[in-house]
């Protein structure tokens, strides 16, 4: 068995994002993404962060990685490469496991967008070609060098082109189109034979093969407009790429019992407000309607909602359907409706919007999310709907279910 060993650097020490390694990116800690990408690797058999930071090695292992040792501090300082920290890893786990990996995976935790397959492929080339030393990934680049220039006598001097190309005189004059295509490395990957790290003192070694990576992956986190740029790049890139989360699970078959949230689930989320304070929101008659049908095939229908408000129990009983308002603890009431209805709870799905209705999500069979839910909704769901709440979200989620249930 070929061992394919990931190695995550990641001290503790940031000082352009303090912490930034277990920081908070779209929902999960950094680092997070990163261990996802070695563990949901075809070819990659272990994954292992280094660090010398307590706090990083505890969330690390919480994701699934291991942290055999922990990286002395001489080798995470400021100005320290990555050679003698992956020199230190290597020795280590040859002195004290007799462990001695085919290949090494350098998975930067500031690269944390990577297309699903990237790591493997950067494996396959690396095992598919004994010559080569090193695969790195690399882009098109974003400028051309060959219009780049020194000032090598400062401002009040001629300037002079950065790199000649043979057959054209003036590089920085012609066409982009006439000139070598240039690449940027990323962050990405790194897929390295150990004897480069450890005989040639070398990161790469000397016969370094590419692998190309979509442009629109580039992602390299050092600052914190970087840091809100890229979650927005994660939110709504529309980019597939290897995620922390946990797999979505399948709709349940049969289906005994809708839970939904009121807030933001049955009504749009905003609320009128009248000079005696009285209040008012927007529903779907279209709910209603998907609500009735849905009750008619005999499904339970309940409505738990934080709301301490007299509308929730009037639109409540207008549609028909139990409810409980002023809830704190969603998980609780949950249990309790699930054992008094004597409901399978695999069996049942609940449509939330917030952050109080993720841990409701794990009580279920299915964990749903209206289109306009938090971020951290969205990344905790089964499914999305692709409807906004109280713009037709439940009578999506009724039509679904009922469609599955002639099916």
Not at 113 to 124: N, Q, T, W
Not at 148 to 162: H, I, K, S, V
Not at 167 to 193: C, K, M
Not at 297 to 316: L, Q, T
Request: net charge negative; hydrophobic share 40%.
């Amino acid at each position: 068995m070929t061992e394919i060993l990931a190695i995550i650097p990641a001290r503790g020490g940031s000082k352009g994002i303090p912490r930034k390694n277990i920081r908070d990116f779209a929902g999960y800690p950094l680092i997070a993404y990163s261990i996802a990408a070695g563990l949901k690797s075809e070819l990659v058999t272990r994954v292992i962060v280094s660090t010398d930071d307590n706090e990083i090695a505890a969330v690390s292992r919480e994701y699934g990685a291991e942290t055999p040792f922990m990286r002395p501090s001489v080798f995470a300082e400021d100005n320290t490469t990555d050679l003698p920290v992956f020199e230190h890893a290597l020795k280590w786990l040859a002195e004290n496991e007799d462990y001695h990996p085919d290949v090494v995976v350098q998975l930067r935790p500031t690269s944390p967008i990577r297309p699903p397959s990237c790591v493997d492929d950067a494996i396959r080339i690396l095992l598919s070609h004994p010559e080569a030393d090193s695969v790195r990934g690399v882009v098109p680049a974003g400028q051309n060098p060959h219009k780049m220039w020194r000032l090598p006598d400062g401002e009040n001097a001629p300037m002079q082109n950065l790199l000649d190309v043979e057959g054209i005189a003036e590089p920085f004059n012609a066409p982009r189109q006439s000139l070598p295509p240039i690449y940027w490395q990323t962050g990405h990957v790194d897929a390295i034979r150990p004897r480069a790290i450890l005989k040639q003192k070398s990161m790469t070694g000397e016969k370094i093969f590419p692998l190309m990576i979509d442009p629109d992956y580039t992602v390299d986190i050092d600052n914190l407009s970087d840091w809100a740029k890229y979650e927005w790049l994660v939110k709504f890139g529309n980019l597939d790429f290897v995620s922390p989360r946990v797999a979505r699970r399948p709709m349940p078959a049969p289906v005994s019992a809708l839970f939904l949230d009121f807030d933001g689930v049955l009504t749009d989320n905003r609320v009128w407000t009248d000079q005696d304070g009285k209040e008012t929101v927007a529903a779907s008659r279209g709910d209603g309607f998907g609500i009735a049908m849905l009750k008619k095939a005999g499904i339970d229908v309940v409505v738990i909602s934080k709301e301490r408000n007299p509308v929730v129990a009037a639109r409540c009983k207008k549609l028909r359907v139990d409810y409980v308002q002023g809830v704190d603890d969603k998980t609780g009431i949950l249990k309790r409706e699930q054992a008094k209805r004597k409901l399978d709870p695999s069996q049942t799905i609940f449509v939330g919007n917030d952050l109080n209705d993720i841990p409701a999500f794990s009580l279920v069979g299915w964990g749903v999310a209206v289109s306009d839910a938090s971020q951290e909704v969205l990344e905790k769901a089964d499914f999305i709907l692709s409807k906004k709440g109280g713009r037709g979200a439940v009578r999506e989620i009724c039509d679904l279910i009922l469609s599955r249930k002639t099916d």
